[in-house]
């Protein structure tokens, strides 16, 4: 496989329809969604992601937010059974994508429920939150599946937001960042570091030296670029209105085993 593959889906129709529950629900601008989708596919595609374009999931309000379909670690794909009944049919030609790209396939199967939202790989460290979409037997079967692979898999309350990557995500050093007030316990980890926006939480990594993050957290870029990264941003404010970010609008693929994602 290439380095450096993303898969993206464009918005749903229905996108306005999209699931919220942590916040109140505002209206959704689907023309101007579908324009920012676009401004983030172009942004990656400009820091050398080739994008692979799932097929539309237009029944599914949800569908945009591809990370939710799957794990990726190494070779393998771990396809999610969404903790939203709704949500489940999403997986179905996100697996079919990540098949035909050569990766190997497992499943979370019932009774877990596991959305890819919900982890946050740091090395061979896999975070997994648990309390809202994702369940304690989602992670026993995740555990099984990547430990053999050379995975640490740990467990994570998430009571505060909809996912463990709405509280916290990681720079290309490794280290935790996160919106304090957002965090359940953030002494699990290692290295955190408290970002002043709660969406300065929220980072893709792209390479060494540049993350891609939203255009709304201008304090949170500075203090990256004060830590010797290069912020690439972009506007992604009608997902925003639906709990979604940057991390959840695409699954990263890439060829080394010490990615972060």
Same mark, same amino acid.
């Given at each position: 496989?290439?380095?450096?593959?993303?898969?993206?889906?464009?918005?749903?129709?229905?996108?306005?329809?999209?699931?919220?529950?942590?916040?109140?629900?505002?209206?959704?601008?689907?023309?101007?969604?579908?324009?920012?989708?676009?401004?983030?596919?172009?942004?990656?595609?400009?820091?050398?992601?080739?994008?692979?374009?799932?097929?539309?999931?237009?029944?599914?309000?949800?569908?945009?937010?591809?990370?939710?379909?799957?794990?990726?670690?190494?070779?393998?794909?771990?396809?999610?059974?969404?903790?939203?009944?709704?949500?489940?049919?999403?997986?179905?030609?996100?697996?079919?994508?990540?098949?035909?790209?050569?990766?190997?396939?497992?499943?979370?199967?019932?009774?877990?429920?596991?959305?890819?939202?919900?982890?946050?790989?740091?090395?061979?460290?896999?975070?997994?939150?648990?309390?809202?979409?994702?369940?304690?037997?989602?992670?026993?079967?995740?555990?099984?599946?990547?430990?053999? !692979? %050379?995975?640490?898999? $740990?467990? /994570?309350?998430?009571?505060?937001?909809?996912? =463990?990557?709405?509280? +916290? @995500?990681? #720079?290309?050093?490794?280290?935790?960042?996160?919106?304090?007030?957002?965090?359940?316990?953030?002494?699990?980890?290692?290295?955190?570091?408290?970002?002043?926006?709660?969406?300065?939480?929220?980072?893709?990594?792209?390479?060494?030296?540049?993350?891609?993050?939203?255009?709304?957290?201008?304090?949170?870029?500075?203090?990256?670029?004060? !830590? %010797?990264?290069?912020? $690439?941003? /972009?506007?992604?404010?009608?997902?925003?209105? =639906?709990?979604?970010? +940057? @991390?959840? #609008?695409?699954?990263?693929?890439?060829?080394?085993?010490?990615?972060?994602?």
């Amino acid at each position: 496989m290439t380095a450096k593959k993303a898969l993206v889906r464009r918005p749903s129709p229905r996108l306005a329809e999209g699931i919220v529950t942590h916040i109140a629900q505002q209206p959704v601008d689907c023309e101007l969604g579908a324009k920012q989708w676009g401004g983030y596919v172009e942004a990656l595609e400009a820091c050398g992601w080739e994008t692979v374009e799932v097929p539309p999931a237009d029944d599914c309000p949800d569908g945009v937010f591809i990370e939710d379909t799957m794990v990726v670690y190494k070779d393998l794909a771990v396809i999610a059974r969404p903790g939203a009944a709704s949500r489940k049919p999403e997986v179905v030609a996100a697996e079919a994508v990540v098949e035909g790209l050569g990766l190997s396939i497992n499943w979370i199967r019932s009774p877990g429920t596991l959305d890819g939202g919900d982890v946050l790989k740091v090395g061979d460290s896999i975070y997994v939150g648990v309390g809202g979409r994702t369940n304690p037997a989602a992670v026993r079967q995740l555990r099984d599946g990547l430990t053999p !692979l %050379g995975a640490t898999v $740990i467990a /994570v309350p998430v009571r505060k937001v909809l996912h =463990l990557k709405s509280a +916290v @995500t990681a #720079l290309p050093d490794g280290s935790i960042i996160g919106y304090l007030p957002l965090v359940d316990e953030p002494s699990i980890f290692p290295s955190f570091r408290a970002v002043p926006e709660e969406s300065g939480a929220h980072v893709v990594v792209l390479d060494e030296h540049r993350i891609l993050m939203a255009a709304d957290c201008p304090r949170s870029a500075e203090m990256f670029a004060g !830590l %010797g990264y290069e912020p $690439i941003t /972009v506007d992604i404010g009608e997902f925003q209105k =639906l709990e979604g970010c +940057v @991390t959840c #609008l695409s699954v990263r693929l890439r060829s080394l085993p010490d990615a972060l994602g």
